[in-house]
């Protein structure tokens, strides 16, 4: 593995979040969890994360709205945001990528796939 990552992981799912936390940090990386897109931006403005999963399909503020604020209120331009949703149609993934965001995974998530996304080049 390369060197470890600060993750922020976004997910309202709590048990989601924390399992996908868990992997990740097995995986070797520094591992940051939010459930909502307000506090998503909080932990994000002092964790400062290199990559970011973020959950789509979020009550109040959703991951499109959170990936954008993330972006121009956080100052996080160099962060590469993964999308993280059970919405997997090309539809879907267009939006995602008008959004700003790299990468579109579908839940459930593959572990090998994802650790292999997470030793990608920033």
Same mark, same amino acid.
């Given at each position: 593995m390369g060197s470890p990552?600060?993750?922020?992981?976004?997910?309202?799912n709590r048990d989601t979040?924390?399992?996908?936390? #868990?992997?990740v940090r097995?995986?070797?990386?520094?591992?940051?969890?939010?459930?909502?897109?307000?506090?998503?931006? #909080?932990?994000?403005?002092?964790?400062?994360?290199?990559?970011v999963l973020l959950d789509i399909g979020m009550p109040e503020m959703?991951?499109?709205?959170?990936?954008?604020r993330l972006r #121009? #209120? %956080?100052g996080l331009q160099d962060a590469i945001l993964v999308a993280l949703t059970g919405y997997g149609e090309?539809?879907?993934?267009?939006?995602?990528?008008d959004a700003g965001f790299h990468h579109? %995974?579908?839940?459930?998530?593959?572990?090998?796939?994802l650790e292999e996304l997470l030793k990608l080049p920033l």
């Open positions: 990552r600060r993750i922020l992981i976004v997910d309202d979040a924390e399992a996908l936390a #868990e992997l097995d995986f070797g990386h520094d591992v940051a969890t939010a459930h909502d897109g307000r506090s998503a931006l #909080e932990i994000a403005a002092t964790h400062r994360p290199e990559v959703d991951g499109f709205e959170v990936a954008r #121009e #209120e %956080v090309d539809r879907h993934r267009r939006l995602s990528r579109h %995974v579908t839940k459930p998530v593959d572990a090998f796939k």
